[in-house]
């Protein structure tokens, strides 16, 4: 599985970039001013690609958490 994250301010979100809706979520979410976040991440799962992202962003992460925000992860929160 091969994830795409995007960030707008303190949000963040993800999409499995081979999803044949993929082009089509990725356009949505840029038109409301999402950029992309780095490179896709290579993954087992969505577990494992979230993991991976807070591995290279742990205090951003973390202050997203903590502040209560959600991220959209394929319609779940974390």
Do not use: R
């Amino acid at each position: 599985m091969l994830i795409q994250f995007f960030k707008k301010d303190q949000q963040f979100t993800c999409f499995d970039v081979d999803d044949v809706s993929y082009k089509n979520h990725s356009v949505e979410i840029l038109n409301q001013g999402f950029s992309f976040d780095g490179d896709p991440i290579q993954a087992i799962d969505i577990e494992d690609a979230l993991n991976q992202y807070k591995k290279n962003k742990p205090n951003l992460v973390e202050k997203y958490t903590k502040l209560g925000l959600i991220a959209g992860f394929f319609g779940i929160s974390i």
